[in-house]
């Protein structure tokens, strides 16, 4: 069994930050790649940025030079630094991790979801 809890998120005005933070937990042998997705309402999941095994990372355009992703290996955390916050950021955010576990094949996983508001 493998968990990823999210931390962060919220209500924020148009142009401020937010931080969003996951942690797995659970019987983990390693973690291929983690990152976050997104789920407006109406709207199709997309990914917002992944970081891979070897430290590459894959943003979204839509949020290239205004999110941040990093992390934690030790921690088995990921972290997205969002910044100059959009009303079209506002969106359910999902923790993403493609993880091996004990006598298991690799899979994704997915955290419950923060959401993330902007106003404007």
């Known amino acids: 069994q493998v968990q990823l809890v999210e931390s962060g998120g919220g209500l924020v005005q148009s142009g401020g930050s937010l931080g969003l933070s996951c942690a797995a937990s659970?019987?983990?042998?390693?973690?291929?790649?983690m990152g976050w997705y997104r789920q407006a309402p109406g709207k199709q999941r997309e990914r917002v940025a992944v970081e891979g095994s070897g430290g590459s990372t894959n943003y979204a355009d839509s949020v290239k030079g205004r999110f941040t992703i990093s992390r934690d290996n030790a921690k088995n955390t990921v972290y997205l630094q969002m910044n100059s916050l959009k009303p079209e950021d506002t969106a359910v955010y999902y923790c993403y991790g493609a993880i091996t576990t004990w006598g298991l094949l690799p899979r994704d996983y997915w955290g419950q979801g923060t959401q993330v508001t902007v106003s404007s």
């Open positions: 659970g019987s983990i042998v390693s973690i291929n790649a």
